[in-house]
């Protein structure tokens, strides 16, 4: 065994770190006497040198378990650049060529390698099997550990196999490691790796520099985040999306609003996700949208926020994804975006899934809606989910404890709780509990005839939203526990039998109120009040821009646009094109004396103007309007256009029209010509040219009934996309 003296000495040598941190030194001590080993440490606090150091120091090879091929290669960098030599550190993976693997081979069969990084598949294939078995193995290092259970937030399969092939390559000693895991989860990765005697280490969770907001999510989220990030410019930071989709289209809207960001998905190639990795951990980029793909193992310790765009769907990978924010013990902003939609988007997934991952995936998210509607300090919540306990009710650390909701009394309501709970035999969950204490004859209750016993409906003339909170700062307070072997049932601990004979004072807060998001409402997307004095100075710069260019005034610009103007004051080309209806060309074209006015009125009236809240966006041209556009340029009729995409003709056209009015010029003189009169298009256009709207039910009344309605709106399309565009 190594002595506390050499230890210290090795770590400087090796690692240039003057003392260990937390458990470190423990923990590597217990695996350099070949001991079993489970390490609880969270994001940050060092878990990858509890292997590193003592695989450097014994003999043979340590073989580490690692879920990602681009932790493997930060990591291996990482041991390669502090070693005299190279091929201390190699990986196993399919991402290496022959010629790459045999080299790798032969450093381990000549002793250079002591770090060999492999993904569990790798580990179970049969070649390589064989070769390990050649090989002295100091130890195993299963890495990302809560991989293998089911209640983890990152459950493989293929994890579930890691035992059988120690079995077979030989045993040595394992050392588990997870940055989050709860009771249960814990378990299991003792069990499945047949380490139940192994010695635990477990690091607090608390990460007293984080701070934890939760918001709700609206319409206008990729605005909020782009202020966000310009008033932290220059900061590294990681946004984390649920679907590959959203990644890739808010990197490139945050691109469009001059932020250095690139998306990072597991659908991208590994060479394309290498680079991305590399460029941020260099600083050539500041932001990273991804999916949770990114983040595992990546060593950068000034990640100073972590936005979550869509709730995650356990707190197991919201706390591990939020670690990865100010690791070097500096500012670390934790924020997350909240809404019943995501939420149920979510619960739709799990449809079809077995019965029993169903149940596990809805408890999680339980858990998750939680904590985000909870108006209780969401470090304390988030310590006790882990089985910590946080001793103060204020940690000065997150949105509730910045801005605390009044505490009322709820003695009487956790009173009938707890009865609850007892009268229902502890046999069932917090849903069951609540509607029994309601007074809800549901058919399960009714079934299991609990609505004929005494305690039911006890608070069926509370205040129905008590419930929740009363519940879940009841478990916090230790009154209630949940069993997670059956997926949650809600069972008396002793101090809550005894509360039940001698009840105290008990204070709750009500959950935060989260509004069902406006879905459809996408035009309200500024925030500002409308400035009624600039509209009109705007409205009258519009029709003598108009009457100088011979053109109706909805062809400079369209009303929305004027009231976006008067609500967000742009003053150049490029703040212009951020306004609803303003393309590039209509901004060359019509832009110049409307910026001067603003900019003119601005100074007189001495306007700060909101520059955070003008955001680009980028077109999102639907894979279907992609093809209009290059069918229509094919000159395909619009009849067989609509066909092929499968929709009604005048659908096709409201597609075209969505087209055309966001400043894309098409060209259907093809069709028209095919289609109509010439003088009828002719007599449309000299309507539209002289009209001030062009709404077509006026222009069907002002041309009698000579002209149909879809001959109108062709002639429309042609007029807006030749004048407006």
Not at 419 to 445: M, S
Not at 665 to 674: A, G, H, M, Q, T
């Amino acid at each position: 065994m190594t002595n506390n003296y050499n230890l210290t000495e090795n770590l400087k040598h090796f690692f240039g770190f003057d003392s260990f941190k937390g458990d470190q030194e423990a923990i590597i001590k217990n695996v350099l006497e070949g001991n079993d080993t489970f390490v609880l440490m969270p994001t940050g606090g060092g878990k990858s040198l509890c292997y590193q150091l003592p695989s450097l120091l014994m003999e043979g090879t340590a073989i580490v378990v690692s879920p990602l091929i681009a932790l493997m290669k930060n990591q291996v960098d990482v041991v390669n650049g502090i070693s005299e030599h190279d091929g201390v550190a190699h990986y196993l993976n399919s991402s290496l060529k022959k010629s790459a693997i045999d080299k790798v081979k032969e450093d381990i069969s000549n002793g250079v390698t002591k770090l060999l990084y492999v993904a569990p598949e790798s580990l179970n294939k049969e070649d390589n099997v064989e070769f390990f078995k050649t090989v002295k193995i100091s130890f195993y290092a299963i890495d990302e550990a809560h991989c293998i259970s089911e209640w983890g937030h990152d459950f493989r399969p293929e994890y579930r196999k890691i035992r059988n092939a120690i079995d077979e390559i030989g045993k040595a000693p394992v050392i588990a490691l997870t940055a989050t895991a709860t009771d249960k989860v814990r378990s299991d990765i003792k069990k499945s790796l047949g380490i139940e005697g192994a010695k635990e280490f477990k690091s607090s969770f608390n990460r007293p520099n984080l701070y934890y907001e939760v918001r709700q999510k609206t319409n206008d989220i990729d605005r909020h985040i782009i202020m966000f990030i310009k008033q932290h410019a220059g900061k590294s930071g990681i946004v984390y999306c649920l679907s590959r989709k959203k990644v890739e289209e808010l990197a490139a809207v945050l691109r469009a609003n001059d932020i250095k960001a690139e998306p990072y998905h597991a659908g991208m190639d590994s060479e394309t996700r290498s680079k991305t990795q590399d460029a941020f951990l260099m600083e050539k980029i500041d932001i990273i949208v991804a999916t949770i793909a990114f983040g595992m193992g990546i060593d950068k310790p000034d990640v100073r926020f972590v936005i979550h765009y869509d709730i995650p769907k356990s707190l197991e990978g919201y706390y591990q994804e939020t670690g990865r924010a100010g690791r070097d013990g500096d500012e670390g902003i934790c924020i997350a975006f909240y809404s019943h939609k995501d939420l149920r988007k979510l619960e739709k997934f799990m449809d079809g899934k077995p019965v029993a991952e169903q149940d596990i995936g809805k408890q999680l998210l339980q858990e998750t809606s939680a904590y985000a509607e909870s108006s209780v300090c969401r470090r304390k919540m988030l310590l006790h989910y882990f089985g910590e306990e946080y001793p103060y009710d204020n940690c000065h650390n997150c949105d509730n404890c910045q801005h605390p909701k009044e505490r009322i009394e709820a003695t009487r309501q956790l009173l009938t709780v707890l009865k609850a709970v007892k009268a229902l035999k502890e046999n069932f969950r917090q849903e069951y509990v609540v509607d029994f204490v309601k007074g809800r004859g549901t058919d399960d209750i009714v079934s299991h005839k609990h609505d004929t016993l005494e305690e039911f409906g006890a608070g069926e003339n509370d205040n129905p939203k008590v419930w929740g909170p009363v519940i879940r700062q009841a478990l916090i307070a230790g009154y209630l526990k949940k069993d997670v072997e059956s997926y949650g049932v809600l069972k008396l601990t002793a101090s809550g039998n005894r509360y039940i004979s001698n009840p105290k004072d008990f204070m709750v807060v009500l959950d935060r109120e989260f509004r069902p998001e406006d879905e459809d409402d996408t035009s309200k997307s500024y925030i500002c009040a409308l400035d009624d004095t600039l509209y009109a100075m705007l409205k009258d710069l519009r029709k003598n821009v108009a009457r100088k260019n011979g053109v109706p005034t909805y062809v400079v610009f369209q009303d929305v646009s004027l009231e976006q103007m008067a609500t967000m004051y742009p003053v150049n080309e490029q703040e212009l094109q951020n306004i609803q209806g303003v393309s590039y060309g209509k901004a060359k074209r019509y832009g110049a004396p409307f910026c001067a006015l603003i900019k003119k009125y601005c100074e007189e009236n001495e306007i700060e103007r909101f520059e955070e809240m003008r955001v680009k966006t980028v077109a999102k041209k639907s894979q279907a309007k992609v093809k209009i556009i290059e069918n229509i340029d094919r000159k395909i009729p619009l009849y067989d256009i609509a066909a092929a995409e499968g929709l009604e003709y005048e659908e096709l056209l409201t597609k075209i029209e969505e087209i055309v009015y966001s400043g894309i010029k098409l060209n259907i003189d093809y069709f028209i010509e095919e289609e109509m009169d010439e003088d009828h298009v002719l007599d449309i256009y000299d309507y539209f040219m002289e009209s001030d709207t062009d709404d077509v039910e006026a222009a069907e009344n002002e041309l009698g009934g000579d002209y149909s309605e879809t001959e109108i709106r062709l002639v429309r399309i042609k007029f807006i996309s030749e004048m407006a565009n």
